[in-house]
């Protein structure tokens, strides 16, 4: 049969070219192209498998990829495998299809300056991916299997691995498009990933790119989508949105400590977002936690030390899973709480929030129209009460909790009591003595103050 003939004659020229193709051709020729595309000397310390039929491709075993001035590789891997083209294979030149990375270790590093030592990778694409380019790139795709990746930031005190990667990097030379699809393992939870820009080119120079974001896990799920700069500092541009089934895990998996034992359950924020460098800011802001619902703005820095500021206005308000520290207007008893406080976790964090809601329900006790205040700073908590509907009047008051030193320890560690102004039809006010507060870790100095205005008028006559 004239079609088996031909199919018979096509498998004894491969058979018979596998065996006579030079193979250290090929193997420099992959080492060539894969030094062009990434800008990394291969330094290859195992075997070297080279495969024509039936499949086409050329493997590395224990292969580290360095700059030119590094001591340490960036980049070690098991087996690094190139899938080569079988066409200009058979007229003896040697593409890249596809690389395959099994088993990579990936150490990532940045300076004070925050260059890290993968900009010669990042330098080289951008060369490569240029309109009129000298030396094109001759493939565009990696897949990583079972990786590992840490990161070092010794400026920032920043430490982070990332292990179990399956990742697929795709760069189509037919456009200017990037994709990254994946999962990996932070934290002890699996993160499913994806990540997009509309111009590669743009992006890697520090010019402007459209992006699309995506982190999905069991804590928390987070997307962006808008655009993206980096000239002297990074700038993104667009939609946030943040779910999270519940914000107390999503805090301890981040390596944030949630504040007291209550609350911070349900969350959920969608906002347009404008963040340079360390700081984001966010407008349009539509929070959700645990039932409670605001509308506003939102800042927050991180320069060292975090920082945020919001003002916040919602229609209800349940304070009920926050304040299980007071027992502030209960039936029954009338004295503080004797649990202990703990502020180690706020020590850390500076609040400037302003909240106002219609109404406003603690335990059993409702507010009207209210409007609250609260400022955190160096460990200090300080709560205001501009304006609160009560009882038919309308309260004022201020509330604050700070930090001493051990070595100072005050002279009395009798539970703080509040002082509340005896009924009266027309006004009355009170001041609180300072009283000192004893903790297992910290000693803590508060002040209470309250005044209290009857809204009644007198009756008609």
Known sequence: MPTAAFLGVVLIGL?????????????????????????????????????????????????????????????????????????????????????????????????????????????????????????????????????????????????????????????????????????????????????????????????????????????????????????????????????????????????QAPPGSGGFGRFALKARANAVGPSIALTNVNVELDGNVAEGVMTYTNNGRQTLQATLAAGALDFTPYVSTFRLLASGARDWNRQLFDLNSLSTTDLDMRLSAAQVTVNSTKLGRTALGANLHGGALALSVGEAQIYGGIARGSFGVAMRSPTSRPSSSSPMSICRPAPASCSASASCPAAAISTSRWWLRAQARLGWRNRSTAPRR
């Open 15 to 255: 058979v018979a070219m596998s065996w006579f193709l030079n193979r250290d051709a090929l193997r420099q020729a992959v080492e060539a192209q894969i030094r062009a595309v990434t800008g990394l000397d291969l330094v290859v310390n195992g075997t070297i498998d080279v495969s024509v039929f039936p499949g086409s491709y050329v493997s590395f075993h224990d292969v580290g990829l360095k700059g030119g001035g590094a001591a340490n590789p960036a980049l070690n891997v098991d087996v690094l495998t190139a899938n080569l083209r079988l066409l200009p294979l058979l007229l003896q030149r040697f593409e890249i299809a596809d690389v395959m990375m099994l088993r990579p270790h990936i150490h990532v590093t940045r300076d004070a300056k925050g260059d890290s030592n993968w900009t010669p990778f990042i330098e080289t694409i951008v060369r490569a991916m240029k309109p009129g380019a000298d030396n094109q790139l001759s493939f565009s795709e990696i897949r990583i299997q079972d990786g590992e990746l840490s990161y070092e930031d010794p400026t920032n005190h920043l430490s982070e691995q990332l292990g179990d990667i399956d990742l697929s990097l795709a760069w189509p030379s037919i456009s200017r498009s990037f994709a990254a699809t994946g999962q990996f393992d932070w934290r002890g939870e699996r993160v499913d990933g994806s990540i997009s820009a509309s111009d590669f080119v743009a992006a890697l120079s520090g010019d402007r790119s459209g992006l699309k974001a995506r982190l999905a896990s069991a804590p928390l799920k987070l997307a962006f989508d808008g655009t993206v700069a980096d000239r002297t500092s990074l700038m993104m541009e667009g939609t946030l949105t943040i779910d999270s089934t519940s914000l107390r895990n999503a805090l301890n998996w981040t390596g």
